[in-house]
């Protein structure tokens, strides 16, 4: 079965970088993509990005483009989010998720998921 493991969260001052990674085990991924998702205290988890596994392509929720990058590992099975001058609102639980197919920007759209980590970006 697909395990999707998160690491990297923490608190940081706000202009500040964190990278998160994404174990992922079960499978073999080139056909799947990857997202990374937020969900902040009181409201909906958010899409932040998604890559295609095999191919590399990228997408980013305008809220994060420019500032975040997604990349993959393929001999480390590895999903990153590199997240560069965060800010409060950044703050979240940040979750990744996998599904079979073509990158997607739903939740529902996604089979498995990962635990989360927390990302604190303190003002």
């Known amino acids: 079965q697909v395990q999707l493991v998160e690491s990297g969260g923490g608190l940081v001052q706000a202009g500040g970088s964190l990278r998160l990674s994404c174990a992922a085990s079960g499978r073999t991924f080139s056909n799947y993509a990857m997202g990374w998702f937020r969900q902040a205290p009181g409201k909906e988890r958010e899409f932040v990005a998604t890559?295609?596994?095999?191919?590399?392509?990228?997408y980013y929720a305008d809220s994060v483009k420019g500032r975040f990058t997604i990349s993959r590992d393929n001999a480390k099975n590895t999903v990153y989010l590199q997240m560069n001058s965060l800010k409060p609102e950044d703050t979240a639980v940040y979750y990744c998720a996998a599904k079979i197919g073509g990158s997607a920007l739903y939740t529902e759209q996604y089979d498995y998921w990962g635990q989360g980590t927390q990302v604190t970006v303190s003002s």
């Open positions: 890559i295609r596994w095999s191919v590399g392509s990228t």
